[in-house]
């Protein structure tokens, strides 16, 4: 998730990620940059990790 040029890519795989995850489930993603899903909710931010939870 640290290259920039393909952001569209990126996204469109954190949404595919976001699908698979299990109710009660978590995902911790690093990034160089601000997520594309910053909106999402619900989430945690911790440094330059977000933590999205399902």
Request: glycine letters at 6%.
């Amino acid at each position: 998730m640290e290259k920039t040029n393909d952001k569209l890519l990126d996204l469109m795989l954190l949404l595919k990620l976001l699908e698979r995850l299990k109710d009660g489930g978590a995902m911790a993603i690093h990034t160089a940059e601000e997520m594309p899903l910053s909106d999402y909710e619900p989430r945690k931010v911790v440094g330059d990790w977000q933590i999205l939870y399902r």
